[in-house]
T-cell receptor, first 112, second 111 residues
Framework: KQEVTQIPAALSVPEGENLVLNCSFTDSAIYNLQWFRQDPGKGLTSLLLIQSSQREQTSGRLNASLDKSSGRSTLYIAASQPGDSATYLCAVHSNSGYALNFGKGTSLLVTP | NAGVMQNPRHLVRRRGQEARLRCSPMKGHSHVYWYRQLPEEGLKFMVYLQKENIIDESGMPKERFSAEFPKEGPSILRIQQVVRGDSAAYFC?????????FGPGTRLTVL
């Protein structure tokens, strides 16, 4: 059974800092890995999707990497802004099933 | 192309009542997934449906919960005789051949 863990659970940084969010998963037989953003009381916004054959994906100030063999992914946010404050979720789509397996998320607060 | 639609966005029920949650997938998508997010918990998969078929219901509670995706109309997640522990956000996602796109969720509160 795929287990997804995200650390830290919460993070507070001053505006302008670069930061890294971590995601680990127990079963390396994955189809893809996706990072989402969730604002309080809202739905999920897909940020980046990395296929199992890829090592990283970039979108603007966001960069996500994938090391399938070690079961790890990182989400790098450059030059953080207060508008980046949200919960960031990592989700793994395993080869063995249809579902996305989610971590519990990292709650990010960027202070002005 | 409208995204995944869910309604209602907020639903309040008293213990013992029924809750019906609706999900309209993105145009052209024939796969629907339901997930539940309990307070302080991550999203958990419940069920995966294609038109008129339940493909994987391994995450569905054994009693009181059912789901359907008829040939016409939205997918329905039905919870009978709700209890306080059913209070959660319920998210629907749809896909064509790959990536899942999520709706805004229905927040169910059981009094």
């Amino acid at each position: 059974k795929q287990e997804v863990t995200q650390i830290p659970a919460a993070l507070s940084v001053p505006e302008g800092e670069n930061l890294v969010l971590n995601c680990s998963f127990t079963d390396s037989a994955i189809y893809n890995l996706q990072w989402f953003r969730q604002d309080p009381g809202k739905g999920l916004t897909s940020l980046l999707l990395i296929q199992s054959s890829q090592r990283e994906q970039t979108s603007g100030r966001l960069n996500a990497s994938l090391d399938k063999s070690s079961g790890r992914s990182t989400l790098y946010i450059a030059a953080s802004q207060p508008g980046d404050s949200a919960t960031y979720l990592c989700a793994v789509h395993s080869n063995s099933g249809y579902a996305l397996n989610f971590g519990k998320g990292t709650s990010l607060l960027v202070t002005p | 192309n409208a995204g995944v639609m869910q309604n209602p966005r907020h639903l309040v029920r008293r213990r013992g009542q029924e809750a019906r949650l609706r999900c309209s997938p993105m145009k052209g998508h024939s796969h629907v997934y339901w997930y539940r997010q309990l307070p302080e918990e991550g999203l958990k998969f419940m069920v995966y449906l294609q038109k008129e078929n339940i493909i994987d219901e391994s995450g569905m509670p054994k009693e009181r919960f059912s789901a359907e995706f008829p040939k016409e109309g939205p997918s329905i997640l039905r919870i009978q005789q709700v209890v306080r522990g059913d209070s959660a956000a319920y998210f629907c996602a749809s896909s064509g051949t790959g990536k899942q796109y999520f709706g805004p969720g229905t927040r169910l509160t059981v009094l």
